[in-house]
RNA sequence: GAAGUAAACUGGGUGAUCGCUGUCUUGACCUUUGGGUCAAGAGAGAGGAAAGUCCGGGCUCCACAGGGCAGGAUACUCCGUAACGCGGAGUGAGGGCGACCUUAAGGAAAGUGCCACAGAAAAUACACAGCCUACCCGGCCUUCAAGGUCGGCGGCAAUGGUGAAAAGGCGAGGUAAGAGCUCACCAGUACUGCUGGUGACAGCGGUAGCUUGGUAAACCCUAUCCGGAGCAAGAUCAAAUAGGAAAGUGCUUGAGGGCUGCCCGUCCGAUACUUUCGGGUUGAUUGCUUGAGCCUAUUGGCAACAACAGGCCUAGAUUGAUGGUCACCGCUUCAUUUUAUAUGAAGAACAAAACCCGGCUUAUGGUUUACUUCGGCU
């Protein structure tokens, strides 16, 4: 049985780690859905940050879209290569699409991470 | 049945599974005995508005915050409340056929200002059209006196027109023409009596002078209330680097700073030396959820609410938890079929705690009850 848990340790928390990932890590964009940046961190372990601005939307929009994120990385995160820090950005489609949707488009550009 | 008015309730449910955030229990390990880490189990986990941050409080710190000015808020009455600009019950005024609704509802006789357009004139009436020529003056005619006529000096504010508003209304008397000039009735103002009401006020009168435009969501005046900043408040601990802090000595000038914008008042107080202490920032812990708390019953009150008894413990995140998937049920819409119904598909508003309460405002899906008006049937 694989580990779906998603704990404090698999996260970003500090502002300077967020802005370490968008500075130097590699970017890629998926359509007008949301943005990814990855950069090695020689941890051990793989960590998610989300970032849900005010443009997607008010407060139910954002963390209707944070657990959306939150649901696809603990589902295929051993899947993705270890010791990697992600950012997603999320974009105004984020909001109107399905869960389904998201899903998808979304675990496709994590699993291409190398 | 249609249109409407006012209230109240509700804000999908059950199960499985994968997760997230606290709490409790058990076990293992570590330990500086404060606790920490891991695992398992139990149980809990967004709202009626959690929202806007518009008022009022609790709590915290600023020096327990004094006086004056400035500034701000409120403005019919009584009651409720910790308090309020909130709520309840009323009064007056206005709107609606009605159920019912609205109301920034003190003062314009303290002062200043403003009153567009139109109009002669918008507040000390500077009278446009108009009415009058009694008194006084002059010309002409008739003439005994006197009268007529024209004009002047003047008088008037009834009528007309303008306007949201024209200096009380209408009628009669009065007059040269008129006028509260006089009178009756009505309206208004001031003072006042009786009755009812805790009161705002209501009802019935009396006297007076005849009469006073509107605007205070213009300045202003009056009355009452208000210290400032806010949980990123504030407190504790740890780590590494030094701008600090306290005490004593010296200095006696009071610079500067804090306390609300200003003044008074008051507090701390420059630099040097010695000794001692210790932390701008970051992180963690705390504040942090037991509270003007919730539910039920009784009593008092029209009600808001209060008293008392019993029971209950009900989220505490910090890149910010409270979710995803599946199945079934319930609801709505559409399609097909049908007496009911069944099957399939789609959908489910507004909006997410962030120290905590009491309100207000705004957004929004649905249900129910009572009442009003109109129409139909009996």
Same mark, same amino acid.
């Given at each position: ?9 698999? /996260?970003?928390?500090? /502002? ?16 007008? &859905? ?8 020689? &941890? ?25 994120? /939150? ?44």
């Amino acid at each position: 049985m694989g580990d779906f848990s998603f704990s404090k340790l698999e /996260r970003l928390a500090k /502002r300077p780690e967020f802005e370490k990932v968008l500075a130097e890590g590699k970017r890629k964009r998926i359509g007008r &859905l949301c943005t990814v940046f990855s950069l090695p961190n020689g &941890l051990g372990r793989k960590r998610l940050g989300i970032i849900a601005s005010k443009k997607v939307g008010n407060a139910v929009a954002r963390n209707r879209v944070k657990r959306a994120i /939150r649901e696809t990385f603990r589902h295929i995160k051993h899947q993705i290569i270890p010791a990697t820090d992600i950012v997603v950005i999320s974009g105004k489609e984020m909001v109107v699409e399905s869960y389904k949707v998201i899903d998808e488009k979304l675990s496709n550009a994590l699993l291409a991470i190398k």
